[in-house]
């Protein structure tokens, strides 16, 4: 670094007798009396301008500048010089050249200082220090290194800064953009002919569109200015305007409005950065772009050569001192019917990075998922939609794929729904097939599912003042293909094309007005569904690598999800959050169900999976019977004339021994089903009682808190007074109460059957729920207790069943959300029927097949089991249940609508 030099420069700021221009130009002379030409010879040079005392001077130091450059001669007057001033900088409260004791600063810290010499040397700390002192006043400046840093850090690969262009494309209205790499050094070479830009040094990456071109303009004051606002005002001009139509209640101003940029400026830009062109640094040294637009017969050139802002040196670079070269010429190649777009031509490649094919072909598949593979709009005007083909070329590659395997494949499911502005699902369908039809294709459609209603996880998040907010994400579309990971499932002649592909690329990805803004792979990687977590808790769950996603957007209504800086995903705001929820939501209450279902009934069918105990035990038996019954006759065993043992045993000895084998393991296995069977019963048992008591738990802990907060007050005041006792001896026997009264919940298997009525069941039962009834606002009612019949059995065991059935209608009720909340029973004595009925949303179609089935559930945390086991309980006594008939359903409730029907149930002992 050469040695700078530091120098005061007496000047006027008014009535000078020398031709200066403050901050610009230093007049100054060169002659023999007054020659100040040497104390310019060292460069560079920092200064303070000082204002002298004669000449009605304020004797005051006032500026800062720099002089990089030797001084010239001043041709209208001779033996004068000028020298140029660089980064002038006045000082926001220029200070005395005396301090506060009347010293002359410079008279005491300046061995230079002469009064005299209007150019004097000055020690670097005391120019400082006046600069300090009297308020210097800096800007933030750019180094030329800066686009060097800015290229690795905002563009965090190769495969992205690629991308990034691709997403420029996009902004510039293009109908396709064509990557094409040539000359790749560690491919294969071909023949020159091949090559359509061999003059310039490999590797070579050509990104070109036929996009809406840039004007001289545009390339000086956007793609040159790094984050530069002119993508970015046009966004920020249509939220302004979408928040104001909001609270003004004039929302058709701002479709209007919308319509009109989008008509002036086709599709609304993606970018939001202003960092695009940085890529084309962090792909090559060298970057020669030709673009075009309409209006012009020419094409504009700009030439950057990237060394030069990449050169390190001690010495200050300012950014805006290397210039580029800007000119027009001819057109270049045929720019189409539209006549306009923009070509980029990078070559001479980076050190450290090499492309390869494995690197390309993982480039080409990003490519291909930039292109919405199913492109639905959420405009109303969809005349105005932008079908966009982003595409990779290389001609060293025998075959560059253009589809990706899954598209290939016969889904297992397609999922769809379109979620509008308040987070309910306006519509939804699911489609299942099988590849081989093996199982009946099956369709699922349903409407107005709310999705923020998740009473036990989400209720809290989406408050607002008591009611469900508004999501900040605004409408979307959902599209899923989904698969089962296993070769029954997949029609491709190697599954494991698919797999693989899922493995690498599973998930969900977003697009945004029909182009990629995240990818499906980052889905995965951040788990932002947190699919993952509740996969790896029950295995059965949809993960990411079952399916390829993608979610729909249009910046008419989803400004506040923006995306990150390195274009790694969206910023991950409350907009972001409320989109992954929202998500979540409808994968787990509309699709979850029928890929489990689905799945299971596969199995059954094809592998012959028994789950019923009872069952198994059956099949045991008879096998048993048939080898005793072979063993007990006279059937040949050495000719085995119907071939039961063929490929068992060969000899007659070793057949007989073999029957006696498996006969005792028959037996032995009827009695391992049995112990199962005990298990299993164990396990529902407890499972019913659980369920069955989590009401009185609740009201237990509420008594229990009052008890402890009772007793501590009262050892803290030692106030021991007859109220205060008497409250705490009520709240005693309250909790003694609730305890009593959770006894007759617990079915056991070994509970003594008796006599009783059904209501006397109905009542015990409601009295465990009055307090929940009543907080909720359900109104509980028999609508003809006269129609109560008798029954036999554990009256335990019903209680459990009519506890579970209240339960599921209360969590119903409340996600109906609705102002009427009724839960009502209808008895017919006649049939000895009970339906149980509410006011809460109806069984969903989706739920319907698996309604009594272990492990399904829409409730949310999942169970599974109540309805599992009332079936289970209510099959030991004989009795049934089952949806209620269309035409025996009460009138005027639309909710869940269930029969027990003790018809077979004994009466008495």
């Known amino acids: 670094m050469s040695k700078k030099n530091f120098l005061v420069?007496?000047?006027h700021r008014e009535k000078s007798t020398y031709n200066d221009f403050i901050g610009k130009y230093y007049h100054f002379p060169g002659t023999k009396e007054k020659n100040y030409l040497n104390q310019f010879d060292n460069l560079p040079i920092e200064f303070i301008y000082y204002e002298p005392t004669k000449m009605n001077g304020k004797g005051e130091y006032f500026g800062y500048g720099r002089i990089t450059k030797k001084p010239f001669q001043d041709k209208r007057e001779t033996g004068f010089y000028f020298a140029e001033v660089e980064e002038y900088r006045e000082f926001s409260k220029p200070i005395s050249y005396k301090d506060s004791n009347g010293d002359i600063i410079e008279e005491r810290r300046n061995p230079h200082y002469n009064a005299q010499n209007a150019v004097r040397k000055i020690p670097e700390?005391?120019?400082?220090?006046?600069?300090?002192?009297?308020?210097i006043i800096l800007n933030i400046e750019s180094d030329a290194h800066l686009?060097?840093?800015?290229?690795?850090?905002?563009i965090a690969s190769e495969k992205v800064g690629v991308l990034e262009l691709i997403k420029n494309s996009i902004d510039a209205q293009a109908t396709y953009c064509k990557v094409r790499l040539e000359k790749i050094p560690k491919l294969a070479e071909t023949e020159d002919s091949n090559y359509q830009f061999n003059k310039y040094d490999g590797p070579v990456i050509i990104i070109e569109d036929d996009g809406i071109g840039m004007t001289k303009e545009v390339i000086q004051y956007g793609w040159l200015r790094p984050a530069s606002t002119i993508k970015t005002n046009i966004k920020e001009k249509l939220k302004k305007e979408r928040k104001k139509a909001i609270e003004s209640g004039k929302v058709g101003s701002y479709d209007a409005l919308y319509k009109k940029l989008k008509k002036e400026h086709g599709r609304i830009p993606l970018g939001e950065k202003g960092v695009g062109r940085f890529a084309t640094h962090r792909l090559g040294r060298f970057l020669e772009l030709k673009t075009k637009t309409k209006d012009k017969p020419y094409e504009l050139v700009l030439k950057i050569d990237w060394n030069k802002f990449d050169s390190i040196s001690d010495d200050f670079i300012d950014l805006n001192s290397i210039g580029v070269s800007l000119s027009r010429q001819k057109p270049s190649r045929d720019y189409g019917e539209k006549q306009s777009g923009t070509q980029l031509i990078i070559y001479g490649g980076r050190d450290g990075f090499h492309w390869e094919e494995d690197k390309i072909l993982e480039l080409n598949k990003s490519i291909l998922s930039i292109n919405s593979p199913y492109p639905k709009s959420l405009f109303k005007d969809k005349k105005n939609i932008n079908i966009f083909n982003a595409f990779l070329e290389c001609p060293q590659l025998d075959k560059v794929p253009n589809t990706q395997p899954h598209e290939d494949a016969?889904?297992?499911?397609?999922?769809?729904?379109?979620?509008?502005e308040e987070g309910i699902v306006d519509t939804y369908e699911i489609k299942f097939k099988h590849p081989t039809n093996k199982i009946p294709e099956k369709e699922w459609s349903g409407e107005n599912e709310d999705l923020r209603i998740n009473p036990k996880k989400d209720q809290s998040y989406?408050?607002?003042?008591?009611?469900?907010?508004k999501p900040q994400c605004g409408s979307f579309y959902i599209h899923m293909d989904v698969w089962y990971r296993t070769k029954e499932w997949i029609d491709l002649p190697d599954y494991k094309t698919l797999t693989d592909y899922l493995d690498e690329f599973g998930g969900m990805s977003i697009y945004r007005d029909n182009i990629m803004v995240f990818e499906s792979k980052l889905s995965s990687e951040n788990d932002w569904l947190e699919l993952k977590k509740a996969h790896i808790k029950q295995g059965y769950r949809i993960s990411y690598y079952n399916f390829i996603g993608n979610i729909e957007l249009n910046q008419f209504e989803n400004f506040e999800l923006i995306d990150k800086t390195n274009r790694e995903g969206l910023i991950e705001n409350q907009a972001y959050k409320d989109?992954?929820?929202?998500?979540?939501?409808?994968?787990?209450?509309?699709?979850?169900?029928?890929?489990?279902?689905?799945?299971?009934?596969?199995?059954?069918?094809?592998?012959?999976?028994?789950?019923?105990?009872?069952?198994?035990?059956?099949?045991?038996?008879?096998?048993?019977t048939f080898i005793s019954n072979i063993t007990e006759s006279d059937y040949p065993l050495e000719n085995d004339p119907y071939k039961f043992f063929s490929k068992l045993w060969e000899k007659a000895e070793e057949r007989k021994a073999g029957l006696v084998n498996l006969g005792e393991s028959m037996k032995e296995l009827q009695k391992s089903v049995k112990l199962i069977e005990e298990v299993q019963d164990m396990f529902v048992e407890q499972a019913g009682f659980g369920i069955a008591v989590a009401v009185s738990l609740h009201e237990i802990?509420?008594?229990?808190?009052?008890?402890?907060?009772?007793v501590s007050h009262l050892i803290k005041s030692g106030d021991f007074n007859k109220i205060k006792l008497e409250d705490l001896k009520a709240t005693s026997d309250s909790l003694r109460s609730e305890i009593k009264r959770m006894s007759p919940l617990r079915a056991i298997r070994n509970e003594q059957p008796i006599q009783f009525n059904i209501v006397r069941s109905i009542n015990y039962v409601y009295e465990v729920f009055k307090r929940k009834f009543k907080k909720e606002n359900i109104d509980f009612k028999v609508l003809n207790p006269e129609e109560d019949f008798n029954l036999y059995g554990r009256y335990a065991t019903i209680n459990q069943v009519l506890g579970n059935l209240f339960d599921n209608s209360i969590y119903w009720i409340n996600r109906a959300n609705g102002s009427e909340k009724f839960i009502h029973l209808l008895l017919d004595k006649k049939y000895r029927t009970l339906i149980v009925a509410d006011s809460g949303t109806d069984i969903s179609e989706i739920i319907r097949p698996y309604l009594f089935q272990p492990g399904y559930s829409l409730k949310d945390p999942p169970s599974g089991l109540g309805l599992y086991i009332c079936k289970t309980y209510l099959n030991s006594m004989k009795g049934r249940i089952y949806e209620t008939a269309p035409k025996d359903r009460i009138p005027n409730l639309s909710g869940a609508h269930f029969t027990i029907d003790f018809n077979k149930t004994p009466e008495k002992k």
Do not use: H
Request: with cysteine; charged share 25%; net charge negative.
């Open 9 to 11: 420069l007496s000047q």
């Open 125 to 135: 700390n005391l120019l400082e220090e006046i600069c300090l002192d009297a308020g």
């Open 147 to 154: 686009i060097k840093v800015l290229g690795e850090q905002l």
């Open 410 to 420: 016969t889904s297992n499911f397609i999922f769809d729904a379109l979620i509008n």
């Open 462 to 469: 989406w408050d607002e003042d008591g009611d469900l907010r």
């Open 579 to 624: 989109l992954s929820i929202l998500t979540r939501n409808a994968i787990e209450q509309l699709l979850l169900i029928p890929f489990m279902g689905k799945r299971d009934e596969l199995a059954k069918l094809t592998k012959g999976l028994i789950s019923d105990t009872k069952t198994l035990n059956n099949l045991a038996k008879t096998s048993s």
């Open 701 to 710: 802990n509420k008594i229990t808190s009052n008890f402890y907060n009772g």
